[in-house]
Structures are given as C-alpha cells and as structure tokens.
C-alpha cells in the first residue's frame, strides 16, 4: 500500500512547482497513513497547505503529523482530493 501512495505521488509531483497556499482534500481508508506520511514530508519540502479531512481517521493523523487543517466552510474550493490512493 505504501508503494502505491509513492508511485501516486512521483507523477503527481511533478505537475506542481509548489504545494505552499493549496488546499487538499485527504479521504480514508487504509493508504491514508501513507499519505499523511507523505504530504507531511513535501510539507517540509514545498512550503505549508491546508487540509480537509474527510474523515476522523485523517482529521487525527492530520493533526499528529502537525498539518494545517480546516473545512469546507473555511476553503470550498480544493485544489486535489486524494483517495482511494490503493485503488
């Protein structure tokens, strides 16, 4: 699972110059450790985002991994949602 959140990324990357001011959607299951493990480290790497979790599980990861997290109500507008990562 965690090799198919890194093989989502890599192409995902690199359509991107920068992460810092997006706001990305961050749905559940069982990859979504592996994708809170990784927005953690381009968080470091590209400059701070916003979160929106779409569940407890994400909203508690999230939050350990020290993330920005908001809402919809405050950020209706996503630039990416990831889910379904093993899919």
């Known amino acids: 699972q965690k090799g ?4 989502f990324f890599s192409p995902w990357l690199s359509t991107f110059s920068t992460f810092a001011g997006m706001t990305i959607g961050v ?3 069982s ?3 592996f994708v809170v493990e990784r927005l953690a480290a381009l968080s470091l ?6 979160c929106v979790p779409t569940s407890f599980q994400a909203l508690n990861l999230l939050v350990e991994a020290r993330l920005p ?3 919809l109500d405050t950020h209706p507008v996503l630039d990416i949602a990831i889910d379904g990562a093993d899919e």
Do not use: E
């Open 45 to 50: 790497q590209f400059g701070p985002f916003a």
């Open 31 to 33: 990859t979504v450790v």
């Open 4 to 7: 198919c959140v890194m093989f």
């Open 27 to 29: 749905g559940s299951g």
């Open 69 to 71: 997290v908001v809402s």
